[in-house]
């Protein structure tokens, strides 16, 4: 499979969004990426997320396979962050964030979430708190707690 660039996982990530706002309203996508041949795609649901759900999913984007393996799953423990919404909703909870360029000679900053805007997110790590404007995250994702 060819490089993807992030134009077009951003695309990708779009139209299965609007897809999703149609077909099931109630559905949250949090991440879709492509590694190798693999869409994975992860969804979350006020209610949670069932094996039917994640099954009714994969049906409302099965022409996806004529190009790629499809995953549909929920978040887990590791839940990706991609939205400032999702920021202030777990504000206190630990989370790593890699970043798109290095800060500080690292490209990552691990600790707990203190706080969240439209524009930036506030993380407590080891060596102090630190902001860090959404457009240099690459990735996020909670951390599992104890």
């Known amino acids: 499979m060819s490089f993807m660039t992030e134009e077009i996982v951003s695309a ?66 590791n839940r990706p962050l991609t939205k400032p919404q999702h920021y202030s909703r777990f504000l206190g909870r630990q989370a790593r964030l890699r970043l798109r360029e290095s800060r500080d000679g690292h ?14 997110v506030t993380i407590a790590a080891d060596d102090g708190v630190v902001t860090i404007p959404y457009e240099q995250i690459a990735r996020s994702n909670l951390i599992p707690g104890d």
């Open 12 to 77: 990708l990530h779009n139209e299965i969004e609007e897809r999703l706002a149609v077909a099931e309203p109630d559905v949250e996508l949090l991440l879709a990426e492509v590694a190798g041949s693999t869409l994975r795609v992860f969804i979350d649901h006020p209610d949670g997320v069932t094996l039917a759900l994640c099954e009714r999913v994969s049906g409302r984007l099965s022409d996806y396979r004529d190009r790629y393996s499809l995953e549909v799953s929920s978040p887990g423990q």
């Open 107 to 120: 490209k990552s900053v691990t600790g707990e979430l203190v706080g969240a805007s439209e524009d930036e």
